[in-house]
C-alpha cells in the first residue's frame, strides 16, 4: 500500500470517527431535552430529536426488537418510518427487508398512514400483495453475506419499487409534520 493510500485511508478513518462522535453527542443532547424545550426547537431538529429518542430507547435494549415494542405508538411511527426512507435510501426496499429494521416492516402500512403518506402506502402496500411478502415472516429474508443480499434482491422488482418511491415527495415532509403534531408522546 503506497503512502498516499495510507494517508487517505487515516483521513477517512479519521472523518468517521468524527461524525460518529457527532452523532453520538446529539442523540445524547437530544435525549436530555425537556418536554418545553424540544417543543421551542425549529421543525427539522424536533424531527431529529425525535428520531434519536425512539432510535437510542430501541438501541438501549439487548434485544432491538423488545427495545422497539416499549416504543410509544408515536415513537413506533417515526422509527418506522425513518427506519425505512433511511434503508431504501441506502440500499432500497430489500435492504429493509433483509436487515434488523425489518422488525418494523409489518408496522409500515399503518405509519405511512399516520403521517398522511397516502401515496407512499399505497404504493408499499401495492409491492407486497403483489410479491406475496408476509411481514409478519420475513425469515426469508436473513442474509449471510453479499451474494445472499444480492440473491434477495433477485427475488422481487425491488428496483422498481424504489425509483417508484423516489418520485414521491420526501417521507422525511411528512415525518416532520407528525413529528410536530405529536411531541407528547415522542
Known amino acids: 500500500m503506497g503512502f498516499l493510500t495510507r494517508i487517505a485511508d487515516a483521513l477517512f478513518e479519521h472523518e468517521l470517527d468524527r461524525i460518529s ?10 435525549l436530555r431535552l425537556t418536554a418545553d424545550k424540544l417543543k421551542a426547537l425549529p421543525d427539522k431538529q424536533k424531527l431529529q430529536a425525535a428520531i434519536a429518542r425512539a432510535e437510542q430507547r430501541v438501541w438501549d435494549c439487548e434485544d432491538m426488537e423488545a427495545g422497539f415494542a416499549g416504543l410509544s405508538d408515536a415513537q413506533k411511527v ?3 418510518v425513518n427506519s425505512l426512507d433511511n434503508e431504501v435510501a441506502n440500499g432500497g426496499l430489500c435492504q429493509f427487508l433483509c436487515n434488523s429494521s425489518r422488525m418494523a416492516a409489518p408496522f409500515v402500512s399503518d405509519s405511512l398512514a399516520a403521517i398522511g403518506a397516502l401515496e407512499h402506502k399505497a404504493l408499499f402496500d401495492g409491492f407486497i400483495r403483489q410479491c406475496g411478502i408476509d411481514l409478519n ?21 425491488f428496483d422498481d419499487f424504489d425509483d417508484a418511491l423516489y418520485k414521491l415527495k420526501p417521507l422525511k415532509l411528512y415525518l416532520k409534520r407528525y413529528v410536530k403534531a405529536h411531541l407528547d408522546a415522542l
Do not use: W
Open 21 to 30: 462522535r457527532q452523532t453520538d453527542e446529539k442523540q445524547k443532547r437530544a
Open 137 to 157: 415472516d420475513l425469515s426469508s429474508f436473513d442474509c449471510d453475506d453479499e451474494d445472499a443480499f444480492v440473491a434477495q434482491c433477485d427475488r422481487f422488482p
Open 78 to 80: 417515526v422509527y418506522t
